[in-house]
């Protein structure tokens, strides 16, 4: 079995994990970095993209609220080019309360949340699709964020920092000597082995997975995954985020996210992080909510649906996961359980990420007996994908057309929908060793455009033979993976255009290329975990239309 020695062991590659090794590497500590599969396939990747202002949490949740306005101003000064400067609406629709809107407003005064009240007249000025019947509309600072950028350039800035990131390691138990954990033992589901890392400490932050993790070695942390199913429309039917003016609930936001709108989120308690399905009713609230918003949403072409599960932690049990807090909690599980060299960081929000993680490595310095002051409020993170930006540093939506343009690179698109060259798959592959086209997909964005992978899947394929030379049975297996993991969040949307654009690349892979019956395994270690088709959770009563 291989062994790897280091002074701190962070486990999970999500906007947490990733943060806190950016940190402890900033600070001059020898850190690796484990997942279990690639960076923010977890719930980073898996949520609606929102850069919170932290109005949504300015009435229910104001300590949550405080940590998402401080580290908003932050992440726009070290990040601007992993956010779209969007800016944010809270409405009141005819469903709403109009009075909640003095409620929302004092909570935000309260919280530090910029905040003022427009015209019904200027708000349909800047986005005329909304509501019509409207009866009030705020403005926030919310904004839309790429968690699966800021994931890659948070690993990129702890490695120019000597950090060592190992993905696709997944974590099989903790090890325990006496009342200390040393370490941890990893499956590298690439290679098919065992390797053992030894740690002076080890961080939990592996979210929904948390209570997995120290259960390995009797410890309980109760963590409540609550599931949030999102359903994204095929264009940008608005480009400022909007949320309604009311008590968080079920299909209260959309967030334009690159080129579609995401319509979120449900909220449903489920047993494991790992087994769960989107049901029917599911998408249907969304769409029955997303209505509220903007008129016309059940007859857009619907994209993709994808669920997520939040990683909600309390000590004490409550009846509906809306109910947990947003704040995030560090256990130091030396005082808490008696085992020492030990920690696990949970909860929170993407957006307070990179405060969760200062948290953290100071409570490691504490623990190591030593005092390094944190930096990564003060360092940006480097933009690994140098593409143009706005005036303000900020990710700008037609930037890639405009370097298709410049370029006149129109026949090295790889991906049309959303305009991924050759050399950008190529780079995925080389500089970034994607295993999979799903890595290939985050790093890219290819196959995430409407034709769900239709078009640039063999040209991918292709490169990826080119430059990396497999047998052609892995080749063959790595397609179908891909194939499958696309048609994993087609299932739940299946009518009208996607119905027909899925039936076009049905008849294209499977009875044109063949694709189910070339060499190779039907799949691989690395593929899709689907849905759980079995999987029926419980309505809950706040879900409602």
């Not at 202002?53 to 726009?76: F, H, M, Q, T």
């Not at 941890?184 to 400490?201: F, Q």
Request: glycine share 8%.
């Amino acid at each position: 079995m291989q062994s790897i020695q280091t002074e701190v062991l962070v486990i999970g590659g999500g906007a947490t994990g990733t943060g806190v090794m950016r940190d402890l590497a900033m600070r001059g500590f020898k850190t690796i970095l484990v997942e279990k599969r690639d960076l923010s396939h977890g719930t980073t990747g898996r949520y609606h993209g929102l850069l919170h202002s932290g109005g949504r949490y300015a009435v229910k949740d104001p300590d949550a609220a405080r940590e998402c306005i401080e580290e908003n101003l932050i992440l726009r000064r070290i990040a601007p080019h992993c956010i779209e400067d969007t800016g944010g609406f809270f409405v009141v629709t005819p469903w709403d309360d109009p009075a909640f809107g003095d409620t929302f407003m004092k909570g935000c005064q309260e919280t530090g949340i910029p905040c003022e009240e427009i015209s019904i007249a200027q708000m349909l000025k800047e986005e005329p699709l909304l509501n019509k019947e409207m009866a009030r509309c705020f403005r926030v600072p919310d904004g839309s964020a790429d968690s699966f950028l800021t994931s890659e350039c948070n690993v990129a800035s702890a490695k120019a920092y000597g950090g060592q990131m190992l993905n696709y390691h997944e974590v099989k138990r903790l090890i325990k000597e006496g009342d200390k954990v040393v370490g941890a033992v990893c499956y590298d589901l690439v290679n098919d082995r065992d390797v053992t890392i030894h740690a002076d400490l080890v961080v939990n932050a592996s979210g929904a997975w948390a209570g997995k993790i120290a259960g390995s070695i009797g410890i309980d942390v109760h963590i409540i995954p609550g599931k949030g199913t999102m359903v994204a429309i095929a264009h940008r039917v608005l480009n400022t985020v909007v949320n309604r003016c009311k008590m968080p609930s079920d299909g209260d936001i959309i967030v334009p996210v690159h080129t579609v709108a995401i319509i979120g989120t449900t909220d449903v308690k489920v047993e494991d992080p790992d087994q769960f399905a989107i049901q029917p009713w599911e998408v249907q609230l969304m769409l029955d909510e997303g209505e509220k918003l903007v008129p016309g949403t059940k007859q857009m072409r619907m994209l993709r649906a994808w669920a997520g599960v939040r990683p909600l932690y309390q000590e004490t049990s409550v009846a509906d996961t809306r109910d947990v807090t947003r704040a995030y909690t560090l256990l130091d599980h030396s005082a808490r359980d008696g085992v020492d060299n030990f920690i696990t960081i949970t909860g929170g929000k993407w957006t307070t990420f990179r405060q969760m993680a200062e948290v953290v490595v100071d409570r490691v310095c504490e623990k190591l007996n030593t005092k390094r002051e944190c930096r990564t409020h003060l360092e940006a993170i480097p933009d690994i994908q140098h593409e143009p930006r706005t005036a303000e540093g900020y990710y700008w939506l037609g930037s890639r057309l405009a370097r298709t343009e410049k370029n006149k690179a129109y026949g090295e698109l790889a991906c049309e929908c959303e305009l991924v060259t050759r050399a950008e798959v190529e780079e995925a592959i080389t500089k970034h060793e994607a295993k999979t086209f799903d890595d290939i997909r985050r790093d890219t964005r290819l196959g995430m455009g409407p034709c769900q992978g239709g078009f640039c899947s063999y040209r991918a394929t292709g490169i990826l033979h080119t430059v990396r030379q497999p047998s052609i049975e892995e080749t063959n297996v790595a397609l179908r993976d891909f194939l499958q993991e696309r048609w994993k969040g087609l299932l739940p949307i299946l009518w009208g255009p996607q119905l027909k654009q899925e039936r076009l690349d049905e008849l294209m892979y499977l009875h044109v290329m063949n694709v189910d019956h070339m060499p190779g395994e039907t799949a691989s270690r690395l593929g899709p975990q689907m849905y759980d088709k079995g999987t029926v959770e419980t309505r809950p009563q706040s879900a409602k239309t």
